[in-house]
């Protein structure tokens, strides 16, 4: 037998283990604690053997239940941070896309897989309103926005043969952290990023937007771009597109949208979205909005042919040659990637096999629950709202008790996780609904047991 | 029923027949043409359908087998580019993962997760011979080059806050693209890029990088970093480590080690890496030389100080409140991902399964095989070697055909797959072999392949 080789009876065998603790992990989901009771101490104990000589064979599949016990399980009862719900048509799609092993650089070396991503990722820019975008499927949304103000970057200002001059990004205050990583690993510098202040609704401030481009520009400074976001990560404001769009047009500004969290909810509430079709670029995420198994971001931009001056520096090696446009199309011409897995094929499967509406109604019940949870908070007196409503997260706290102390036991008490954020100066508890495992009942309990938790710290 | 839920024994019927399709795929895989005749027409036809409104169930399932017909399979006769052979342990690995669909950010988020993946990398680690370095996985080679000069940059000449500043990073002629990829996102510029001549067996000449590192200095520029190439893309050569640390050290400069295609190879053949504990970092792809299902990269490195200096940008709301180490640890704080899938779980099942001995024997018989080739070319007459084997890349050509003409038709035969490289001006026939399935017959039937080929071209 050649090495690492197994017979093909001990394949099947081993995959219908494999598949049955996948099936028995599923139909337990429901019953499990939203959060492992275990310690850095235990993980490391079970986990931390050495790589032995010697195989253990099909033994080491009995590592998944422990596995198992000490994760955070998608159960519709966590709310915590923005983690989609991890849908199993999804999964298997994982397992097919391992099969294959496609290497996902060009349509030479996957010519399927090729040609179902493109056109997943047209399906998602059409369903998000901006048919004509182009773009690929990435690891998550740190790396979308890397490649869009990369493309702002070369768009404008071109760094890549010289190097970075100095040049100015606006994004609002409430942006996403991986836009200050972005713009730091682009060599721009994170005091080059405008963090413009937010109005009551926690949305750029376009009239603060306008001031600091003209200060900027009276000052001899070089503004490249605008990160607007719909669905900040804290409380799930959509920053005003329309009127940012304007703007970017007139200063000739990259107009970058980070939909990682809120983008795809496009799908089910259209008229939140309105000018997002203006963007140069768009992040969204399939593995939160779309329910899929992490990871499987996209990257949506209007101009492929900025991509490939932004990301194109091919060798020799890998050089194609073909007249045919869709032969010739290298997915690293376009991307920071070279070697890719077959991110599309999971999306294929569950998109298709549920539908369009299927997504549509479970976005949609997503966003009537954190409405739910808003009229639940109103009706306790001891409970308040603090930030309005604009997608699916909810940032609430007790007027009374120690919300930091509260959050600890309502995630000892396992029934539901909820993460935490700060509001003007406040430890709030935060509840996000990207889950199509959520029942009305779960929304529900979320408030008991808040109610629960502050209780059992008064004792 | 909830949207997108299906019920238990839907779920468990789709489960069995991806399963099915799965096992009748890895059955039929050495039967399969090494490329498909397929083409751009063909597989826009098959698989540009719309996203339809209502679900197509379980019927999306029969788009595997036509997905199939149009993907290169990893066969035993895959010789081309470097692609690992996707082991079936390892995609098992990868369904279980999208089933507990983990989103490993840091220990709190994954625990189990997290305390895996930080032991399978000290595995690689320790089976490289780098024991106390530290990393973690990521996409692929690109990502894991992109991140380690960034760490370079912000060792020598931090760039985080304020900006890059001029300075110059040396790498040989022979360097993979992402390396000029990674210093233009970087912002450092490609032009600052030194790319030092190699000698006659395709390695980095230390003499010329000290004459270039001096005519900087003397210039008045910046030099920050060496990339050294521990198997490179075209024939595998290996720099010389040992001089090029001698100089980085004397240099005060970040020693990079580029090892996504022959890093691993460590495991089997030790003496051809001296001095790889001198780096200051270094990318391995498990996806190549371990044979796993892509995407499986691996940054690892020395100071994990460093990294935090480089990637940590954290928001209040994933701030993490623990003293316990092992609790507090976060890998966003250490790379350029946020949202990262569970990929450690393939490599803890597939190195467990098997054992670090087949591995090491799977690599040593990868080196033998290429030993092979060069062999049946060498008792070839119409065929000559065009460049030594320092690991399992063989390039060669035909004496007095169209190499490329052969090439297309090796190809269109479908029985071998060879790729492409250009040696001293020269099209070359190539040959990789990071592939468990390879038999020799398979290795013996590339020169056949090609003798046959060649007489074709003839008529």
Redesign the interface.
Known sequence: M?????S?QE??D???E??A???G???SLEERRTY?T????Q??E?????????????E??Q??K?????????TGRFFG?V??????????G??????????VTS?R????????E???V??LA??VGCPGFTGSLC?????AN?MAL?MA?EAKLP??????R?CVIYASEQV???I??AV?????????LRLIPVDDKFRMRTDALQAAIAVDREAGNMPIAIVATVGT??SGAIDPLPEIADIARREALWMHVDGAYGGLAALAAPEKFQGLSSADSLSL?A?KWL?Q???C?CLLYRHPDIARKT?S??????RILSD????AFAFFEES???????RA??L??S?????????R??IA?DLHHAQMLAQAIASQPELEQLAPVSLSAVCFRHRSKDNEAILRRVIARGRVYL????INGHFAL?ACFVN????PDDVQAIVSEVIAAADEINR
């Open positions: 050649r090495n690492l080789e197994i093909n394949l099947s081993l995959a219908e494999a598949l603790l996948a099936k992990y599923w139909a492992p275990t310690s850095g101490k993980t490391t079970l986990f931390s053997r050495p790589w032995q000589e010697s195989g253990r064979g099909r080491v599949l590592d998944f422990s596995i198992a016990e000490h994760v955070r399980p998608s941070y983690v989609g719900s991890g849908e199993p048509v999804g999964a298997l994982e397992l097919l896309a391992a099969v294959l092993n496609q290497n349509w070396s996957a010519p399927a897989a090729t040609s179902i493109r056109a997943v047209g399906w059409e369903a690891g998550g949304g740190s790396t890397l990369a970057r760094a890549n043969e010289t190097g970075v100095p996403h952290m991986s200050p990583k730091a690993l682009l060599g721009i510098g994170r005091k080059n990560i804290i995420d593995h329910y198994p992490l990871d971001g990301f520096h091919s060798d020799d090696y890998v045919d446009p869709t032969e920071i990637e070279l070697s890719r897995r077959f094929l999971k294929w499967m998109l298709q096999y549920h539908g369009r509406h299927a997504y109604e479970a019940r993460s935490n954020a700060t935060r199509h495992r959520t029942t």
